[in-house]
């Protein structure tokens, strides 16, 4: 059942508003002034407002303000009912949060139209309120559970490092073996770090990560990021080359952002480029440092307009659409900023922006 309050100072008028609403699928109240009004309000919470403009003491629009400065209230549908036929009245009352305005005297027709109308958008309000909290829980509980996930992966992952470089220690190994453990020990330290950033990139995207500056020389990075991908590109036979003129070029930022950031965009290069192709990574210096990543293939026209959006991917089989993504919250977060350009014929750059 659905709430309705009238308000009105004129027993005519309150005869005739309840003479129309008589519905079983309504409840109605009745306030012959503003201050009554408000302290029904306060306690029943109405789904609709009729409220009279001229009254004593304090006057409907008086009200209608009081109702939109409370948070509580704000979003109750307001109509006003007024002897009026003033364009600068009516032009008011939309002004100060009224939904709709019915003229005296009262047409029977005409307020069940607008107030079934009304009542309607009202519902279809609180549906769509329902709704969106039931997204926020389950988007929260989906936080937690990646959150509480993460952290129990770390526990396991602390032993493989732990006893491979203790093993490493302790015995005596073949050259092979040594390797071996090596590159256990430095796959245990990949995935810490993947765990440890999908934790940032959720701090980046709700404002709380703690971002240290440093200066950064992001020519080793990209090094490392090359050495590091060199398995990938040598499977499909890709040139990976930077081009420098300098030896070394620093920027303002965090070490293992950088290299998350351009392992991120060197790996999707890699991906989307053709076979047997080159990617180049340029480095240049002007009121910022200036990276592009370019390599032969164009991106999906499906996805060019959203290309760094969250869970954005198109032709890859195992493609989480993060990336690109998580680069961009990476870029921005220390200051930076990125962008993408891309065609059949000329391939896609992908210029990353960072402070110097």
Do not use: W
Request: glycine share 4%; aromatic share 6%; net charge negative.
């Amino acid at each position: 059942m659905q709430k309705i309050l009238i308000v009105d100072d004129t027993p005519a008028n309150v005869k005739s508003l309840l003479n129309a609403l008589k519905n079983p699928d309504y409840k109605l109240f009745v306030a012959t002034n503003g201050t009554n009004a408000l302290e029904i309000i306060a306690s029943n919470s109405p789904d609709l407002i009729l409220l009279d403009i001229v009254m004593p003491i304090m006057d409907g629009y008086e009200v209608c303000k009081k109702l939109k400065a409370d948070k509580a209230t704000k979003n109750i549908p307001v109509i006003f009912i007024t002897a009026r036929d003033d364009n600068e009245d009516e032009e008011l009352g939309f002004e100060m949060g009224a939904v709709d305005y019915i003229t005296k005297p009262i047409n029977s027709s005409t307020v069940q139209a607008r107030v079934k109308t009304h009542l309607k958008l009202r519902l279809a309000y609180k549906e769509l309120k329902q709704k969106n909290i039931a997204l926020k829980e389950s988007s929260l509980l989906r936080e937690n559970v990646e959150r509480i996930i993460h952290h129990d992966l770390k526990t396991p992952l602390n032993a493989v490092i732990g006893y491979s470089a203790l093993l490493k220690e302790e015995m005596t190994l073949k050259p092979e073996e040594r390797e071996m453990l090596e590159k256990i020990e430095d796959s245990g330290y990949k995935m810490l770090n993947m765990i440890n950033n999908s934790l940032d990139i959720y701090k980046m995207e709700t404002g709380t990560y703690q971002y240290d500056i440093d200066f950064v020389d992001i020519l080793n990075v990209l090094n490392k990021v090359v050495a590091d991908t060199k398995n990938l590109s040598t499977i499909k036979k890709l040139s990976l080359k930077i081009d420098a003129i300098q030896d070394e070029l620093f920027v303002q930022g965090e070490e293992l952002l950088c290299y998350s950031l351009f392992a991120n965009l060197v790996k999707n290069a890699i991906e989307a480029s053709p076979k047997s192709r080159h990617i180049t990574i340029s480095l240049t210096e002007k009121d910022t440092a200036i990276i592009r990543i370019h390599n032969q293939g164009a991106v999906p026209k499906e996805i060019r307009d959203n290309f760094f959006d969250k869970y954005i991917t198109a032709g890859k089989q195992e493609g989480t659409g993060l990336g690109t993504y998580s680069a961009k919250l990476m870029a921005e977060t220390q200051g930076g900023s990125i962008h993408v350009e891309t065609s059949e014929e000329m391939g896609t750059t992908v210029t990353v922006l960072l402070l110097n």
